[in-house]
């Protein structure tokens, strides 16, 4: 006959049980695996810096402590990795050490590379892991047999001062170094752009102007000698008066690579009046909205950019939105420290950054200068663009 104790109640686990989770058994397989980790990080870390430090009176020594130092990245790098897989610890990468070339030299990068602080946290975190894990793997040993039903609390505030270790010791310097790496990489984006405008200067240049100021050249050489040989006076008019077209044509070809630089009327009347230049060769009508403190004008290096910026996203009117669009809109104005940029249309929409368009290089030019590219464009309702620039005055 059965008893008032035996209900439904009696299938679930008992209390203690209970609490040894997934999240538990994955803390505890962490401090149990400490100490034979932790022996393998601290002999590295001891001999990598005795070694080195005996070395570096020679030639060899400085070289040899940037590698260790290399290594002891990696090892950090394994550290986060068992500490996300056990621990559930995000932590972000950090920067990594920029290469000789992009350091500038092999002595600059072998300075750069000794100072890591990232390399020298690592090494500390090797070391005190060493006494740490030696006491983490005795409790946490000692609680499978001993402290059983206290073990999952035991091994909670053991696995939390672990959490610590890792974040203090191995992630990044918080934002510094995220700063850091985003201006590593918007310096490459800088450089590869510039060469790339000089690539293109070069060859509208060649295939430009230089070749109607070589066919001027010729044409009125040609025309020279018939002059002096008096044979052709009538033909010798007809090339100088063809001669007088190619010029014609090679300046204004240099008009409009001077423009692509940096146009004169942005510099001497700025902003809306170098805009509205610009929206006067759109293939729809564009309204202009510049304002802007009349006694105030960002640096030459902003105003450039936003010209370039609303040049860039006007040509894309022009070239994709096509017959659809009916109207387009340029509005600039100033918010606090920024200086914000929209360029509307109500053409076909579909517009992308990811897909590796002109969007996308106009973002990489814009996050250079710390600037932010917003995209809204839904397909068949038109295309909204805003750009952000910080805002630096003139000196």
Not at 110 to 121: C, E, F, G, M, N
Not at 252 to 258: G, M, S, V
Not at 350 to 365: F, K, P
Request: glycine letters at 10%; a neutral charge; aromatic letters at 6%.
């Amino acid at each position: 006959m059965t008893t008032s104790h035996d209900t439904p109640d009696n299938d679930r686990p008992p209390p203690v049980r209970a609490v040894f989770s997934a999240v538990t058994w994955k803390e505890i397989a962490h401090l149990a695996s400490s100490m034979p980790v932790a022996i393998v990080g601290f002999v590295y870390a001891v001999v990598m810096v005795t070694v080195t430090g005996v070395l570096s009176v020679t030639a060899m020594g400085l070289p040899l402590l940037a590698g260790g130092l290399y290594l002891s990245r990696q090892l950090g790098r394994l550290d986060r990795a068992r500490a996300r897989a056990l621990l559930g610890v995000r932590v972000d990468e950090p920067t990594p050490i920029p290469g000789p070339k992009r350091s500038g030299g092999f002595f600059p990068w072998l300075w750069t590379s000794i100072k890591d602080p990232v390399a020298w946290r690592t090494v500390l975190y090797q070391v005190i892991r060493l006494p740490w894990g030696f006491f983490t793997f005795t409790v946490t040993l000692a609680g499978l047999f001993v402290l059983w039903p206290v073990l999952p609390y035991v091994v909670r505030w053991l696995a939390n001062a672990d959490r610590a270790m890792v974040r203090g010791l191995l992630s990044p310097s918080d934002d510094l170094e995220r700063r850091i790496a985003e201006l590593e990489s918007d310096r490459g984006v800088v450089v590869d752009t510039a060469a790339a405008d000089l690539r293109r200067i070069e060859r509208d240049l060649h295939d430009g102007a230089q070749a109607r100021l070589v066919a001027l050249a010729m044409g009125l050489g040609l025309a020279k000698e018939k002059l002096l040989e008096d044979q052709d006076p009538e033909g010798a008019a007809a090339m100088v008066d063809e001669a007088h077209g190619e010029v014609k044509l090679a300046l204004q070809e240099l008009r409009d690579l001077a423009r692509g630089i940096h146009p004169a009327v942005l510099t001497d009347r700025g902003l809306d009046a170098a805009l509205s230049s610009v929206a006067s060769r759109c293939v729809v009508p564009v309204k202009v909205s510049v304002d802007l403190p009349a006694d105030q004008r960002p640096a030459e290096a902003i105003e450039g950019i936003a010209y370039f910026v609303v040049s860039e996203l006007l040509q894309n009117v022009s070239k994709h939105a096509g017959s659809a669009a009916r109207g387009a809109g340029v509005e600039v104005w100033r918010a606090g420290a920024r200086l914000l940029i929209r360029v509307s249309d109500d053409g076909r929409g579909g517009a992308d950054v990811s897909r590796g368009s002109g969007l996308a290089g106009l973002a990489e030019r814009l996050g250079a200068v710390d600037g932010v590219l917003v995209v809204d464009s839904p397909a068949g309702e038109g295309t909204v663009v805003t750009a952000e620039l910080p805002w630096r005055g003139r000196g």
